[in-house]
Every structure is written in C-alpha cells, then in structure tokens.
C-alpha cells in the first residue's frame, strides 16, 4: 500500500520558485522526524532537509541552506518543501521520508514512495 506520496514538482525557470508536498497516508509522521531527500539523474539520493515533530529545530543541506524551507503540518499530515531562487543543480526527483534525526542527515524507515521530479532549466 502506499505510505508516502509526493507532488508538486515541475518544469521550471532558473531562479523561480516551487512548492512540493508530501503526504503520509499510513501516520508514519507521527512523533517522529520528517525530511526530504532528492536523486539527481544519474546520481545517489541525497538527504536535503529535515524537521523535528513540534518544528523546532531545521536541518539543511550545504547545498540548499538559505533557499530552502521545510515544514510541516501535523494536523494535515503533510510536509513541504519551499525551494526559491532554484538552480540547475537542484533538477532532481524528490523523496521524503520520515526517520531519526542522525548529525546533519535522517535515517530514513519509511518505504520510499514514488517521488515527485523537479526540472530546472537554465
């Protein structure tokens, strides 16, 4: 059954800006921490971002830090990805999981659901 669902992603313009979203349909976010990843083509999947249950404490990645912003909504049991100002390098389909919070990346338990693409072009 699927447990995770992603969307939002799209075709867009070096610099502009979108929205992803991720849905738990199983209650996995519950108490736990939330993070998306994301596998450039050819490429392995790498951790972007994370955020605690009560969205006190943010990690990001390097990469992303200062052009990305995670959130959550427990009530809806969503998690989303603002990511602006985007580049080439962001082109990339995009997971997200839900896990324990280890140094500056997630251990990610959930199964890992079909992802939603991002292209940007320059």
């Known amino acids: 059954q699927v447990e995770l669902v992603e969307s939002g992603g799209g075709l867009v313009q070096r610099g502009q800006s979108l929205t992803l979203s991720c849905s738990d349909k199983?209650?996995?976010?519950?108490?736990?921490?939330v993070a998306w990843y994301r596998q450039p083509p050819g490429k392995e999947r790498e951790y972007v971002a994370s955020?605690?249950?009560?969205?006190?404490?943010?990690y990001y990645s390097d990469s992303v830090k200062g052009r990305f912003t995670i959130s959550r909504d427990n009530a809806k049991k969503t998690a989303y990805l603002l990511m602006k100002d985007l580049k080439p390098d962001d082109t990339a389909t995009y997971y997200c999981?839900?896990?324990?919070?280890?140094?500056?990346?997630?251990?990610?338990?959930?199964?890992w659901g079909q992802g939603t693409q991002v292209t940007v072009s320059s």
């Open positions: 955020i605690t249950y009560n969205s006190d404490a943010t």
């Open positions: 199983k209650g996995g976010f519950g108490y736990v921490v």
């Open positions: 999981n839900y896990g324990l919070q280890s140094g500056n990346t997630m251990i990610p338990v959930g199964a």
